[in-house]
T-cell receptor, first 112, second 115 residues
């Protein structure tokens, strides 16, 4: 199972773009990269998922370099409600799902 | 998107009692479900993996007789904390994936407080 490394915490201000980078040097060929958001006393919420290059949805973008040993979650124009813990996970899919191990996550604090 | 329902959201019990937590996949068949626990300010720790119709696989250090997992159908998995003690107080979260899902969906969590 690929281990992930993220910054423990980040601070930002409302309206700024936030980029959180995750390292996963041992990512396997079949592994996807998925980011989750968690608020206190809630289950993690899916944000975005990708395999390579760039993925964009209505809430975030995910940049994955060619070697796939890292990925960057980009949150455009954050607001106070984006204050949460963000987890980067890698895992494979093929019918039976490989278990996902959570790293420490990045605690993002957005200030007024 | 797919929904995973977890109940109860909060439970307070006396030491020595057993508590059952349910996890249901509402609009897809969950062939695999995962149970995590989370202590304050810490990350999620995987406790066990359950596959429908078979015994759960527990992570190292997790007592299988303490945390009973049943995955009797493709839409329901239960975690029973037997003879709960104060040290079992934690936030328990389930997640589910199906054969066609490419992502994991999480329940809203259960805050267990053992007095």
């Amino acid at each position: 199972l690929a281990k992930t490394t993220q910054p423990i915490s980040m601070d930002s201000y409302e309206g700024q773009e936030v980029n959180i980078t995750c390292s996963h040097n041992n990512i396997a060929t079949n592994d996807y990269i998925t980011w989750y958001q968690q608020f206190p006393s809630q289950g993690p919420r899916f944000i975005i998922q990708g395999y390579k290059t760039k993925v964009t949805n209505e809430v975030a973008s995910l940049f994955i370099p060619a070697d796939r040993k890292s990925s960057t979650l980009s949150l455009p124009r954050v607001s106070l409600s984006d204050t949460a813990v963000y987890y980067c996970l890698v895992g494979a899919f093929s019918g039976g799902y490989n278990k996902l191990i959570f790293g420490a996550g990045t605690r993002l604090a957005v200030h007024p | 998107g797919a929904v995973v329902s977890q109940h109860p959201s909060r439970v307070i019990c006396k030491s020595g009692t057993s508590v059952k937590i349910e996890c249901r996949s509402l609009d897809f068949q969950a062939t695999t479900m995962f149970w995590y626990r989370q202590f304050p300010k810490q990350s999620l720790m995987l406790m066990a993996t359950s596959n429908e119709g078979s015994k759960a696989t527990y992570e190292q250090g997790v007592e299988k007789d303490k945390f009973l997992i049943n995955h009797a159908s493709l839409t329901l998995s239960t975690l029973t904390v037997t003879s709960a003690h104060p040290e079992d107080s934690s936030f328990y979260i389930c997640s589910a994936s199906g054969t066609t899902n490419e992502k994991l969906f999480f329940g809203s969590g259960t805050q267990l407080s053992v007095l």
